[in-house]
């Protein structure tokens, strides 16, 4: 091993595996494979069932709704997604709950011993975190992993792992410096995570074809939405049929969430072997909850949707939801993001724009934002420094009656969210000596 010492404190841990590869992705498996064998995890089942998700949007959502479904169920489980918000320990959930520091350092330190032994392997920021949160499930003995493939597919950490179920929920435009901008080629990618024989998901209906073609010449078992299994109805009482499901399950609540990958979830649950309960998948949906997908806080609405099919998803939602006031479109995007396609398919909805500047070598600034803005004919009412400049000059000047969408990056959403949650504790602080003063006197 290393002469170093190691850390012993999260945030040292993670300030280590930023600096510790020379870029932060490098896709392939070759490294990462090598270590999992190191580790064991290649050795049997990482637990009795796994399904993994990939595709360009709604994986996050799709894993939630995956977890509370099983969770409502009855299995145990844990979730491995990427990135995160507001803390790291949101990418490892274990029945529901954020592993803790201790839990996430066990993971690094085992990955770090494996690493040294035999020839020394070099390990992205990602990686390393991908393998220390399979290590954690592989000791765990849960009923059900759900894993979040990465901006890839293929070539993605998290496709070391052999899945009982695959699923692949949308495929656009995104990351184009690693998967291009040809969307039957990244079909291909995210189709790499199909396996011969076993259950593929397919759920959208505009997939491209080289996602079925993959499918077909592995001989992956094919279940795709609009054919295997439909979702029928909008909104609340939505209904799921399936080849697999003897009665259809009715009367379904909105989760605030794309009810694509509601039925998508529910599918791919009867392919792991769980007979669905009617009660248990009201339940499910009802109460699950995805920070930054459609999250309403008051009067400001949070999505980290940062491509045009995410944008469409957004003002169709929003147009959906109409408000008596102004909609203020607060937005932030890094420079490798297609900034006109998503200010394209926002303009319908948003009234003013409050572009904000992100920090980091991939920003993009407000000034840029602005200008494209302005030539969609956009109104740009304020110009922020930052996400919470911002959201800082929005809310001094918000009418009850208006609303404002927070979009365009997780950096974008992860800022405004802990401004908000600031807010309200300070508030709540506030409140508290109110009372306490009120009731000396």
Known sequence: MSDHALPDTLPAWLARLETTHPVGIDLGLE?????????????????????????TNGKGSTVAML??????????????????????????????????????????????????????????????????????????????????????????AVNVIHPDVAVITTVAQDHAAFLGTDLQGIGREKAGILRAGRPAVLGSTMLPASVRQVATELG?????????FRREGEGPGWRFSSFWVQTPV?????????????????????????????????????GVELPGRMQWLGQWCLDVGHNPHAAN????????????????????????????????????????????????????????????????????????????DAAEWLAARLLPEDRVLVCGSFFTVAEVLEWRLAMSQATDQTAGEDKVIEGAR
Not at 119 to 127: H, N, R
Not at 220 to 228: M, P, Q, S, T
Not at 254 to 281: H, K, Y
Not at 367 to 374: F, G, I, M, V
């Open 67 to 156: 977890e509370a479904l099983a969770r409502a169920h009855g299995l145990s489980t844990a979730a491995y997604t990427s990135p995160h918000l507001l803390r790291y320990n949101e990418r490892l959930r274990l029945d529901s709950q954020e592993a803790d520091d201790a839990t996430l350092i066990a993971g690094f330190e085992a990955v770090e011993l494996a690493r040294w032994e035999g020839e020394p392997v070099s390990l992205t920021y990602f990686e390393v975190g991908t393998l220390g949160a399979l290590w954690v499930i592989a000791r765990g003995q849960v009923d059900l992993a759900i894993l979040e493939v990465g901006l890839g597919g293929r070539l993605d």
């Open 31 to 55: 490294r990462v494979a090598e270590v999992a064998r190191r580790m064991g995890l290649l050795e049997a089942p990482l637990c009795e069932r796994v399904i993994t998700v990939a595709g």
């Open 220 to 228: 992956a078992d094919v279940h795709a939405l609009g054919e295997a």
């Open 313 to 388: 998803y957004l003002a169709t939602r929003l147009a959906a939801r109409p408000c008596t006031g102004r909609t203020y479109g607060l937005l932030g995007m890094l420079a490798d993001k297609d900034a006109d396609g998503v200010i394209s398919a926002l303009a319908p909805v948003v009234d003013v724009w409050v572009p904000a500047s992100l920090a980091g070598e991939r920003a993009r600034s407000a000034d840029d934002l602005a200008e494209r803005l302005a030539l969609h004919g956009g109104e740009v009412g304020y110009r922020g420094s930052s996400p919470v």
């Open 250 to 286: 009715t009367d379904l609540p909105d989760p605030g969430l794309p009810l694509d990958n509601a039925a998508t979830a529910l599918q791919a649950l009867t392919l792991v072997g769980i007979e669905l309960d009617p009660p248990a998948c009201r339940r499910a949906l009802a």
